[in-house]
């Protein structure tokens, strides 16, 4: 009689329907509440006009116009960043309104608890705001977030992860703020987590860039943490403590564009896009994740054909700590690179810069990616400046950046491997939410 060994059990399908069931169930809920949500804008805009044409700042900037008189500072990379942001918040007497994506526990974590915590224990009002998903209970310990709420810090977070609200789930506060005393403001898109570290000196520490700012346009940082503080507590931020008078500090013209999904019109993606068109000598762009849509794309080819050096730094394959991302951006490569835009991929690390500069006068500093993403789904925030002086500051960097790069030419594109290929394919469908 023929034996067999022990039959192998058969595996339940269950498991595999309610994966299936579950990603049907997010794709169907986002098509609703996108079919809900006000009409994006498509930016299809002819070159009607420079950045040196009085109507090009009005056409550009939503909301409020650019204040004069802000004095910035330009800092490259956690050595820079954090010393200056910790000692600003040393500094303050009555208030600190403190807002970031990422706020992980670690070494730079607990740098930016302690003063939190300590500020707070003197009296002064600390307010943290920290997004749910940037900074989950994974990433940041729930002892670093008691020592700051026992400390006197009111501590909230951003669209708490409740996959059953899917709009609410994929809306995501991005924006990173501090405002000190409503005084002295910084913005950019460092995160508050080790990776961040030193100077973009080896692998484990990132390249990137934090703004500090003086004048006028602090206000405008000011408001939009209002804006998102007021969205989760209700409470309003009214006063002296918040908004004092503010004196001019500098030369630079600054307008604070904040992003929103609940507006039809991306604030940042308006100015991206408008600037693109206006160009007539240099686009220079420095982004972590660079995914432009068709119309974005022809914007840059169009540039390129009236004689403008349109040049993208975007970080390596190997340095990308969003390969997803990295491969949906990467399949719009060969349009973009036969129209004779030149990318760069930086080689040392993960390169995390969200900048731009245009014709040496108009720069911006900020959280937007150039997706999909940061212009229609998440909270954002941008410095844009009219000042040639900051923008021959932003050039240099670039040229420094540029000289720890590889040029991604056409034939590299074209001859990239079938795994890539296949990855392109496959993000294809979820592109505008990476």
Known sequence: MKTSGPRRPKR???????????????????TVAKAGAPKQTVYELP???TLNAPTFLPSALPGAAMTSGNRLELLENGDAIFPAMLAAISSARKTVNFESYIFWSGEVGTRFRDALAERAAHGVAVRVLLDAIGSPGRRLMAGDV???????CHVE???????WMLWVFNHRNHRRVLVVDGTLGFTGSVGFADPWRGNADSKEHWRDTQVRVEGLAVRGLQRAFQENWSEVTGEALVGEEFFP?????GTSAVAVVPSSPLAPMSG???VYAI???AAAKEIWIANSYFLPDDATAGLLVAAVKRGVDVRVIVPSDDQNDVPATKAAGRSSFGPLLEGGVKIFEYQPTMFHLKTMVVDGVFSTVGSANF???SFHLNEEINLFVYDGAFAGQMKETYRRDLSRCRPYTYTMWRDRSLKKRVTEWLVTPIRSEL
């Not at 008691?146 to 006197?152: E, K, M, Q, S």
């Open 245 to 249: 008078a503010l004196l001019q500090a």
């Open 146 to 152: 008691d020592v700051l709420r026992h400390a006197g």
């Open 268 to 270: 940042a993606g308006r």
């Open 47 to 49: 070159h009607d006009f």
């Open 157 to 163: 977070f951003f669209h708490s992860m409740k996959p």
């Open 371 to 373: 997706d999909d993403r």
């Open 12 to 30: 339940s399908p269950v498991f595999a329907i309610i994966l299936v069931s579950v990603a049907a169930g997010y794709a169907l809920a986002i």
């Open 275 to 277: 600037s693109l068109a």
